[in-house]
């Protein structure tokens, strides 16, 4: 199929795909400089490691060493083959495409048909739904379209509203008999359902306001059904599809990607209403998911309408809704963390959402709003905050360990010095001194919150070469002991071991599990785990990684070749471990997990160490000034010191207990481990 390709065409591609705006519709970029940042999607990145090039349209990643051109790019990204990539290049570009022959573009023509009668079917079921809402079965949802959600002709008309009368076929024999759609593509379409495969098709809506969902081609892909008397769901939208992917689809984003330009900033809602209720009154950059969680794609759509990545989310001010905006923020942290969105919330808190809020006030009182909606980290400190009462002890260290939790994620030390005093204020309710012991005692606790295991920081020089040996050891039993793959895997999850820290061992084993992917799917780990995956395990174990590993290398990352001779042609030190193998193993895997927790260990040892330590003496001086004359109790002065110290007694705790599991491994590692 490549050669099939004329180079003239292959070359256009190149030259009018934009790799800036090929790679930002699947990650976010952040322009700096001349050039453009991004978190990488090929290795298991935090911070923005990927720069775009748009004049020399390549993209680099300086951590795990991807780069290329878009076609590249896409390759890596959808596992898409390179015939498939350029053509889809070609026809989101316009370019039409030379020398196509033979049975493979045959059968690529086919499915493009196929998706042009999808399109087609969908088209005519829009215009069907608009028909019943002009006409008397319509008469009901037009009242509520017009009396209740205030919307005028025009807006309904703009957004081609329509609606699905209370019959279990009417739309099925529209479509089967006077269109003379065949039933496979109207039930392909999502329109219509078949009773346990049988030739019993009804529609899937019924008695519902129709809303179209639109690509940003204009054309339908889905509808949206809102139920009209109070039937389950309240919402229903068209199942996934050959032409829709509910994961990668906003409402109205077709509509309002030119104003989210124009104002340099997204409105993200909950509902197809609230959309149609904002843009009714002129805030036409707002857009809605399609009843999932919003995602990295769909924000990496939006952020490339926005230079600023301004990203505003006004959701539902219910117990709903604000579960909705933490499950978006987390999907989005690491992003708004590193600079590469501006993410805001704007909570209407009077309101239920914002079509009731626009029913009493203007769009400039809504814009002011947003312009004046807090940034993410002061709403997740509000939420912290949010009716507890702080003079309850249990109620006040909840607040202390969430705000810890919340700040140690902030990686720039002067935000999280500015979030640091503004929740200590908060804290101390004004008292200047105690905000100031406040603020010293949660950088304390944050400082030791933020180590993870990985620094580098707490690494005794010997270690690093003891632990590339072992790291060797696990590719070297993993590439020649077949039966021992699952095994390698279950146990990196048990012992919590995150990839490899020398780097030509991490690229080398994202090399096998690229290669695993491609022959088993991208879900092949989760699937191995279920009971009926026996002829998947043994696919699995059939993988001959050696030969594979060695032809991906010389395609796709050359320098690492001369790195798995060692593995390939192992020397005799090396086939010395296949005596015992899963006992070797196991032992290599006890001291992998010891190097962790000897890092733990050491930075637990720092955080213990930099503790002011109250001592008995001050809990008994505290005491008598606070008592009203009755004696002290040494269960009393006891509780005192523990919670004056409880940082301090936290790290004492957790260095004992890493130290206990140390010795657990060592005993593991001799072959004195007894399972339990």
């Not at 509910?246 to 509509?255: D, T, V, Y």
């Not at 942290?333 to 590193?338: K, N, V």
């Not at 809504?366 to 003079?391: A, G, H, P, R, V």
């Not at 001050?618 to 110290?645: A, P, Q, R």
């Amino acid at each position: 199929m490549v050669h099939s390709i004329h180079p003239r065409t292959i070359q256009e591609v190149k030259e009018k795909a934009d790799i800036v705006d090929v790679i930002s519709e699947h990650i976010v970029l952040k322009k700096k400089g001349k050039e453009f940042v991004g978190i990488c999607p090929f290795h298991d990145d935090t911070k923005p490691s990927m720069t775009v090039s748009p004049s020399k349209q390549f993209y680099y990643c300086f951590s795990c060493g991807a780069g290329g051109n878009s076609i590249k790019f896409l390759m890596e990204f959808t596992r898409a083959n390179f015939s498939d990539v350029v053509l889809s290049l070609a026809k989101k570009n316009n370019i039409n495409v030379e020398n196509l022959e033979g049975p493979q573009v045959e059968a690529y023509k086919k499915q493009l048909s196929r998706k042009e009668e999808l399109y087609k079917i969908l088209r005519v079921t829009k215009n069907w739904f608009k028909s019943q809402l002009n006409n008397s079965l319509g008469v009901e949802a037009m009242k509520y379209l017009t009396k209740k959600r205030n919307l005028s002709n025009k807006i309904i008309d703009d957004f081609e509203l329509g609606f699905a009368p209370n019959s279990w076929n009417d739309l099925f024999n529209y479509l089967s008999k006077i269109e003379k759609f065949p039933n496979n593509l109207i039930l392909a379409s999502g329109l219509a359902i078949s009773k346990d495969n049988t030739d019993k098709i009804y529609d899937r809506f019924r008695n519902r306001l129709i809303v179209p969902i639109l690509d940003m081609q204009g054309r339908v892909v889905a509808f949206g059904g809102r139920s009209l008397d109070g039937k389950e769901p309240k919402y229903l939208n068209s199942p996934e599809s050959e032409i829709f992917e509910k994961g990668k689809m906003l409402f109205a984003f077709e509509k309002a990607s030119s104003n989210i330009r124009k104002r340099d900033k997204a409105i993200i809602v909950e509902g197809y209403f609230d959309v149609i209720a904002l843009h009714s009154k002129g805030i036409t950059n707002s857009v809605a998911s399609l009843g999932t969680a919003l995602n990295k794609y769909q924000i990496s759509q939006l952020c490339r309408c926005t230079d600023n990545k301004n990203i505003i989310l006004n959701f539902d001010s219910d117990n709903a809704g604000i579960l909705a905006t933490k499950r978006v923020i987390k999907e989005v942290e690491s992003l708004s963390l590193h600079d590469q969105i501006n993410l805001k919330i704007l909570q209407l808190n009077d309101f239920k959402d914002p079509d009731e809020f626009l029913n009493s006030h203007t769009s400039e009182d809504y814009f002011n709003l947003i312009d004046n909606s807090s940034f993410w980290i002061d709403w997740e400190i509000d939420q912290i905050f949010k009716d507890k009462d702080l003079t309850k002890s249990e109620n006040f260290q909840s607040v202390i360990s969430l705000l810890v939790k919340l700040l140690s994620k902030l990686p720039h030390s002067s935000t999280r010095t500015h979030y640091l005093q503004k929740v200590s204020e908060r804290l101390s309710k004004g008292q200047a001194r105690l905000a100031i012991q406040f603020e010293q005692d949660l950088r304390n606790q944050v400082k030791g919150f933020r180590w993870h295991g990985r620094s580098k920081k707490f690494e005794q020089p010997n270690e690093i070469s003891r632990r590339e040996k072992n790291e060797s050891e696990i590719i070297f039993y993993y590439l020649h002991c077949p039966d021992l793959r699952l095994f390698i895997r279950d146990e990196f999850l048990k012992r919590e071991i995150n990839g490899f820290n020398t780097n030509h061992i991490q690229n080398l084993w994202e090399s096998i599990s690229k290669i695993e992917q491609d022959n088993l799917g991208f879900n092949y780990l989760n699937e191995l785990k279920e009971s009926n995956s026996l002829n998947l395990q043994k696919e699995f174990f059939a993988i001959d990684l050696i030969s594979l590993l060695t032809d991906h290398l010389a395609l796709y990352n050359p320098e690492l070749s001369n790195k798995i001779n060692n593995f390939v042609n192992p020397n005799e030190l090396f086939l010395t471990l296949l005596s015992n193998p899963k006992d070797n193993l196991l032992g290599t895997l006890s001291l992998l997990e010891k190097y962790n927790s000897l890092k733990r260990c050491r930075h637990l040892i720092e955080s213990w160490g930099s503790q002011r330590l109250k001592t008995l003496e001050n809990c008994i001086s505290i005491l008598i000034d606070n008592s009203s004359g009755s004696s002290e109790t040494n269960k009393e002065i006891d509780d005192l010191f523990k919670d004056l110290n409880s940082d301090a007694i936290k790290f004492q705790e957790l260095y004992y207990l890493e130290r206990q599991h140390i010795s657990f491994l060592d005993k593991q590692r001799c072959g004195n481990f007894i399972a339990s």
